[in-house]
């Protein structure tokens, strides 16, 4: 089992839609959850971090976190084609466990004109 | 904006060199990781520093790999008799210690390399 699983997709949505993109982690005592974007060719950006179960809001991006089910989403609202790019998901243990922060292999978003 | 940076970009080599790749971190971070990432891969922990100690190594990296970060600023990745398998983006990355803000890291721009 992965320790931080996405759908690589491609996930195509129109211009405008919500997009929704999941991670599953397999490592129950992790506490600090990040979401990157990533264009083609360049290196991984931040967009939000997340820490406490439940929703984190930020301009049209939307962290939620759900500790127990060991999912975090992110939404995209109002998807613009600039949000075509790959999303990473990424967890760290923090604490006495650690400060190795893993990546899932991404989820490819499309986003049509 | 001083992020964290990167060099060389790009390197090419030949099959059986040494390349060695050098990271400058954000200037009040003191934690410092490299990755490394392939097409159509997220990004794969090799090694992190906090300070000069390197805290964590990869149970993938080989022994022709080697990382340093003899004063805790800046770091070197040694890649020793490279292989076409270590074609990658190498990306260096930093995080403050610092409780509130959940060891969030940050990247350079990436090293390629192409092994030929």
Redo the contacts between chains.
């Keep these: 089992q992965k320790e931080?699983e996405q759908n690589?997709g491609p996930l195509s949505v129109p211009e405008g839609a919500i997009a929704s993109l999941n991670c599953t982690y397999s490592d129950r005592v992790s506490?600090?959850f990040?979401w990157y974007r990533q264009y083609s060719g360049?290196?991984?950006?931040?967009i939000m971090?997340i820490?406490s179960n439940g929703d984190k809001e930020d301009g049209r991006f939307t962290a939620q976190l759900n500790k127990a089910s060991q999912y975090v989403s992110l939404l995209i609202r109002d998807s613009q084609p600039s949000d075509s790019a790959t999303y990473?998901c990424a967890v760290?243990r923090?604490g006495a466990g650690?400060?190795?922060?893993?990546?899932?292999?991404?989820t490819r978003l499309f986003v049509k004109a | 904006d001083t992020g964290v940076s990167q060099d060389p970009r790009h390197k090419i080599t030949k099959r059986g060199q040494n390349v060695t790749f050098r990271c400058d971190p954000i200037s009040e971070h003191n934690?410092l990781?490299w990755?490394r990432q392939t097409l159509?891969?997220?990004?794969?922990?090799l090694t992190?520093f906090?300070n000069e100690a390197q805290?964590?190594k990869s149970r993938l990296l080989s022994d022709r790999f080697s990382a340093e970060r003899p004063k805790g600023s800046f770091s070197t990745l040694e890649i020793q008799r490279t292989e076409q398998g270590d074609s990658a983006?190498y990306?260096c990355?930093s995080?403050l210690r610092n409780s509130s803000?959940?060891?969030?890291?940050?990247?350079?721009?990436?090293s390629w390399l192409t092994v030929v």
């Design positions: 931080v690589s506490q600090s990040f360049k290196s991984p950006e931040l971090s820490y990473l760290n923090g650690g400060f190795k922060t893993i990546f899932g292999a991404g | 934690r990781y990755y159509g891969q997220g990004p794969e922990f992190y906090q805290l964590e983006m990306l990355a995080s803000s959940g060891n969030t890291i940050y990247f350079g721009e990436g």
